[in-house]
């Protein structure tokens, strides 16, 4: 599978961006799987933003972004979206998609699949 993320840039503090996935491969049933969102900063680990499941229908936030960010998903474009809203310095990073090989998120090993990331920056 092919995992392509788009949609970072610079932005100021308390601005929005949308980021977007767009998933391909024949052999990957985009519909089947939970997808994920994940952030690395500079100098940190990689963390966990949000992941939604197969349908759509149960989503799931880290607690920094909770109110903040809203994933969703169409599978008929095999494409996954991260909505950012009141965006803050600390939410600088290389935000990755990822796939997960289960219906439901359970955790962050879940994740096998990985895009090749899409820097934000916010100024404060």
């Known amino acids: 599978v092919q995992l392509q993320a788009s949609g970072g840039g610079l932005v100021q503090a308390g601005g929005s961006l949308t980021l977007s996935c767009a998933a391909s491969?024949?052999?990957?049933?985009?519909?089947?799987?939970?997808m994920g969102w994940f952030r690395q900063a500079p100098g940190k680990e990689r963390e966990f933003v949000a992941a939604?499941?197969?349908?759509?229908?149960?989503?799931y936030y880290a607690d920094s972004v909770r109110g903040r960010f809203t994933i969703s998903r169409d599978n008929a474009k095999n494409t996954v979206y991260l909505q950012m809203n009141s965006l803050k310095p600390e939410d600088t990073a290389v935000y990755y998609c990822?796939?997960?090989?289960?219906?439901?998120?359970?955790?962050?090993?879940?994740?096998?699949?990985w895009g090749q990331g899409t820097l934000v920056t916010v100024s404060s």
């Open positions: 990822a796939g997960s090989g289960r219906s439901y998120y359970h955790g962050p090993s879940d994740f096998g699949s």
């Open positions: 939604i499941s197969w349908s759509g229908g149960s989503t």
């Open positions: 491969g024949r052999t990957f049933p985009f519909s089947s799987y939970a």
